[in-house]
């Protein structure tokens, strides 16, 4: 039996694809809270929307288990981090609610060789399968303890939270 593991992807970005962009931050939250966050060494700061600067930016250098470095760096920590769903009974359904995020994965994923990546990865566009209310109250509650939307990883769990089937199978 291939069991499948939802993982919540987000990522930050200097700028909207119509100009030219860079990848500030990527974060990974998988059904059972195992996290993976990254902030990029190498984007460029002249690329940064006002948007970005303002929101964005503040929030970076605070997660405590941050890995840095540059795109193929982070490549590397981020494929030797799914490795884990490489089982051959996993199945590692990467969840994501705006294309920009797949786009940053798999750019990042195609930095490696591929004998090095991890196998059996799927993906899944989940942005009609979030339930607005429930991402309303995850932010209101968050907000005391400092989460703030557009931080890569918070907002990975911000998706985990009000994804709907997920949503469905607490509630029972």
């Known amino acids: 039996t291939i069991y499948s593991m939802n993982i919540f992807l987000d990522t930050e970005f200097t700028d909207f694809p119509e100009r030219e962009f860079d990848l500030i931050s990527i974060g990974l939250v998988d059904e059972n809270g195992r996290e993976f966050y990254a902030e990029l060494t190498d984007y460029r700061q002249e690329a940064c929307s006002d948007f970005v600067k303002q929101v964005v930016l503040p929030l970076l250098k605070k997660h405590p288990n941050t890995v840095w470095g540059n795109k193929f760096q982070v490549a590397v920590k981020l494929n030797e981090w799914l490795k884990q769903y490489d089982t051959g009974s996993e199945l590692a359904n990467i969840c994501f609610d705006y ?44 907000d005391c303890i400092g989460w703030k939307q557009h931080m890569a990883l918070y907002d990975a769990h911000a998706n985990k939270f009000a994804y709907k089937p997920l949503v469905r199978e607490r509630n029972g």
Do not use: C, Q, R, Y
């Open 99 to 142: 294309n920009g995020d797949w786009h940053w994965f798999a750019h990042l994923m195609n930095m490696l060789p591929p004998e090095e990546l991890v196998k059996n990865i799927t993906a899944t566009n989940i942005w009609g399968s979030l339930d607005p209310m429930k991402l309303d109250w995850f932010w209101k509650e968050k």
